[in-house]
């Protein structure tokens, strides 16, 4: 039998980060900001924390929570958002526990990451506006909500929500979504995660942008060696597997501190037999095929790889080495604007984010190794 990650996560292998939560929903409470945005690269693990331990947390302080992905449909966004809308007046209708909504949320989402594979799709092929009846429907569903909910206060949990930014059709929506939860101050608060510090970025810090200083932006924290500890403590005890940390720690870092690529391995490890660094080989196989390393590497113009592997070592692209070696090693002239419109299709391609005040963030870490082995 092939264990996948749905199966592990049935198992009690989420690792919970309920402290984390906690402050979550702490910085929510003391009612400084209705709105806070959670920031970390993709298989970092925001979706399954948003579902398996802030929202069931929510739910014991008064919230009501809905989750929406705005990936949902990525052509149409705001279909996501109606839809978890409608479930959510639907269960408090039923009365039904949220917790029953939830964990088909989460099974949901374990069963699209396995099928994510090559189909890693990020931009709309075809956006759609949405129209104006559906928008005023949207509204409305938040208002009937709100009524339902009485004394509690629902708490929007929306994943991706850079995607908004990502295509000027669905600006209506993002107003629409702005002024909703303007309108309800108090009675509706959100939480968002992000992915793509570029877009966010847009979404949140650019005057012209209707989310403009309205967001308390937090990143989400990578996981650290007590997550490390609690997949050796599951492997012994589950499985009768043993392993020291060391191998198990170095190879969390080489999956770039991925709770999801972490969990591919441990799967591996429990239907093959597979020793620590079999597994990793694996694994590393895998995250090249499923971030499509290979394709993103032949698009990348030769100045934009030399770029993105200085940016990787914490190098400064300006610097009079890295253009002697354009000069050198490419065919465009190694000069600054060159090289600002190299960093500036990095970013659009959500490889590198520029952030106001710590410079570069890298949100492929994995291409690097690719990239590196590539010229050897």
């Known amino acids: 039998h092939k264990t996948n990650i749905g199966d592990l996560f049935m198992e009690g292998w989420h690792y919970p980060r309920t402290e984390l939560a906690e402050q979550y929903l702490g910085l929510l409470a003391l009612g400084i900001s209705s709105s ?30 809905v989750y929406a992905s705005l990936w949902q449909n990525i052509n149409a966004p705001h279909e996501g958002l109606i839809a978890a809308l409608e ?26 990451n396995e099928l994510l594979g090559k189909m890693e799709v990020e931009f709309a092929d075809n956006p759609s506006k949405p129209t104006s009846k559906e928008l005023a429907y949207l509204d409305q569903l ?45 009675k509706v608060k959100s939480i968002f995660t992000g992915s793509s510090r570029h877009y966010l970025d847009l979404l949140l810090n650019e005057s012209k942008s209707p989310f403009y200083h309205f967001v308390e932006q937090h990143d989400f924290p990578d996981l650290d060696d007590q997550f490390i500890e609690f997949l050796r403590d ?48 694996y694994v590393l196989q895998l995250m090249e095929a499923t971030e499509d390393f290979e394709g993103i590497s032949k698009r990348l113009k030769p100045i934009d790889r030399l770029v993105f592997l ?49 410079g570069y963030n890298i949100e492929k870490p994995g291409l690097k190794r690719y990239l590196e082995q590539q010229h050897q």
Not at 142 to 158: C, D, N, P, R, W
Not at 239 to 265: C, E, G, V
Request: proline content about 4%.
């Open 36 to 65: 806070l945005a959670i920031i970390a690269p993709r298989r970092k693990g925001k979706t399954l924390f948003i579902l398996q331990d802030l929202a069931p947390l929510s739910q014991k302080k008064n919230y009501i929570p």
């Open 87 to 112: 479930d959510a007046i639907a269960a408090l209708d039923k009365k039904a526990t949220f917790s029953r909504l939830l964990k088909a949320k989460i099974k949901k989402t374990t069963v699209s």
């Open 142 to 186: 938040l208002s009937m909500l709100v009524e339902k909910a009485g004394k509690k206060t629902v708490l929007l949990l929306i994943d991706e929500v850079q995607h908004l930014t990502t295509s000027t059709q669905f600006d209506p929506l993002a107003h629409t979504l702005r002024t909703m939860l303007d309108k309800r101050q108090g």
């Open 234 to 281: 599951k492997l012994a005890k589950n499985h009768q597997i043993t392993i020291a940390i060391q191998p198990l720690r170095k190879a969390f870092l080489d999956l770039d501190q991925s709770p999801y690529w972490m969990m591919k391995l441990i799967a591996q490890m429990i239907t093959f037999k597979a020793t620590v660094e079999e597994a990793l080989e």
């Open 310 to 358: 200085a940016l990787c070592k914490g190098t400064n692209p300006f610097s009079k080495e890295l253009m002697a070696r354009i000069d050198k090693e490419t065919d465009v002239k190694g000069v600054a604007s060159n090289i600002q419109r190299s960093i500036k299709r990095l970013s659009e391609a959500s490889l590198i984010s520029q952030t106001r005040k710590d």
